[in-house]
């Protein structure tokens, strides 16, 4: 009995306990719900509206952020924070405009510049060290690989027949290549004058910019000059781009109206056996003479060892299409990454441009002076327009030749007699690049 009335006392306790519980948990919750619609229907519709448009891009533009930071984690200027992003924004579709309107290779500048474009837009950081530009600037460009995978599809996509069928014109992708080393004494010699502050190296990598090969500029940025690298990127892939505009007046203040008529003799035909050994013999004497400039070599050779081989052709097919049409994707994104305000409206950037128009002019003008020193020997007369093909911008410097001869005689095809030059340019650019990197590495 005594047993059983504590069972009942107990019971007790715990019922009321449960129920002071449930009424401080009702009344705390009340409490809450009271709180919350207090907090809500304090808070003005105009304040909400406020800290919307705070978050906006076009605030961040007109107030910009005093804290904001570039991708390398410095302050960033006011100016590139506001006006500085709207000009590059605008510069993007000035490029979208060139690419789409006027044609000037679009499989190259649009990538580009629709990074530019997203790499200014404010607060979202995509081009910083996180974003998605970030990262893919990080694994590919910074570390060469896109580089030397772009040669590999470029190989297998290049014809030396042209080349092979009339040796003579590698002097023409020779000659183009003093764009290069003339820029390099050029900038050195502004250094010595106190113009600019360059050392050896940073302008050894500036120089190959007059190449107009975007990989081969990459490719040595990274070995001499990592910290010009995105600026170097961003100049040789727009003067590859702007093959169309720039060449044309140079080839026709250079050249009479009859020189520019000049027909070239039919080419001869090149049998496999000599497509299958010219690689491996320009590999071989890249390994043993400059074996700096193999990484490039090597991969525009593979390329082209297996398109000529006839065996792989689902390698082949691979690299020819699917493997550098997702490179040049990547590739021209990270390009257009450092189309951010902070990294391209910037003195040091604007010289690296001026530089480079330089460099890629006197190359194309050297290539076709030489056209014209070598008309003035016996034997087939070269039409002097192939000559600007000497540049390595593969195969847009022919088509550009083979487009203005066309325009003073419609039956005058240069195209193929300009590929001559334009693949001895690539070879040529990635031999001056390992020269440069074997003297001043």
Do not use: C
């Not at 002076?369 to 195969?395: D, E, Q, R, T, Y």
Request: charged residues 10%; aromatic residues 8%; neutral net charge.
């Amino acid at each position: 009995m005594k047993s059983f009335l504590i069972k009942i006392l107990a019971f007790s306790i715990l019922l009321g306990m449960g129920s002071a519980f449930a009424n401080s948990s009702a009344e705390l919750e009340g409490a809450t719900s009271t709180h919350k619609e207090e907090t809500y229907k304090t808070k003005p519709f105009k304040e909400m509206m406020s800290g919307f448009f705070a978050s906006t891009g076009i605030n961040a533009i007109l107030h910009p952020n005093p804290d904001e930071m570039d991708a390398h984690g410095k302050p960033m200027s006011d100016f590139h924070k506001s006006w500085g992003r709207v000009i590059m924004i605008l510069l993007t579709f000035f490029l979208f405009w060139l690419a789409i309107k006027k044609g000037f290779e679009p499989l190259l500048l649009l990538p580009i510049a629709f990074g530019g474009l997203l790499a200014n837009i404010p607060i979202a950081g995509i081009a910083g060290p996180h974003g998605f530009l970030g990262v893919i600037y990080d694994m590919g460009l910074s570390n060469e690989m896109f580089p030397i995978i772009i040669f590999m599809g470029v190989g297998a996509m290049t014809d030396f027949g042209p080349l092979l069928s009339n040796p003579k014109t590698a002097l023409l992708g020779g000659a183009a290549q003093f764009g290069i080393f003339g820029t390099l004494v050029g900038a050195v010699a502004l250094s010595q004058a106190g113009f600019v502050d360059f050392t050896l190296q940073q302008a050894s990598a500036i120089s190959i910019i007059g190449g107009a090969d975007g990989p081969t500029s990459i490719f040595i940025a990274t070995k001499l000059a990592p910290e010009l690298l995105g600026a170097i990127a961003v100049a040789s892939y727009s003067y590859m781009a702007m093959v169309p505009i720039i060449q044309p007046p140079i080839m026709k203040m250079m050249t009479t109206d009859a020189e520019r008529r000049i027909k070239m003799s039919t080419l001869r035909h090149v049998s496999r056996l000599e497509k299958l050994v010219f690689p491996i013999m320009v590999l071989t004497l890249a390994i043993m003479v400059l074996p700096e400039s193999t990484p490039l070599i090597g991969a525009f050779m593979f390329g082209n060892f297996l398109k000529e081989s006839g065996v792989v052709e689902r390698l082949n097919d691979t690299m020819q299409n699917s493997l550098i049409n997702i490179t040049t994707i990547f590739l021209g994104l990270g390009v257009g990454s450092k189309l951010a305000a902070d990294q391209f409206l910037v003195p040091e950037t604007m010289f690296i441009m001026v530089l480079g128009i330089i460099a890629f002019s006197v190359g194309t003008a050297a290539g076709v002076f030489m056209a014209k020193i070598m008309n003035m020997f016996p034997g087939h007369k070269i039409n002097p327009l192939i000559g600007s093909a000497g540049v390595s911008a593969v195969p847009m410097a022919a088509r550009v030749s083979n487009k203005v001869g066309m325009e003073y005689d419609r039956t005058n095809m240069l195209l193929m007699h300009a590929m001559g030059p334009n693949v001895a340019g690539v070879i040529g650019s990635a031999v001056a690049a390992g020269v440069l990197i074997s003297l001043f590495q």
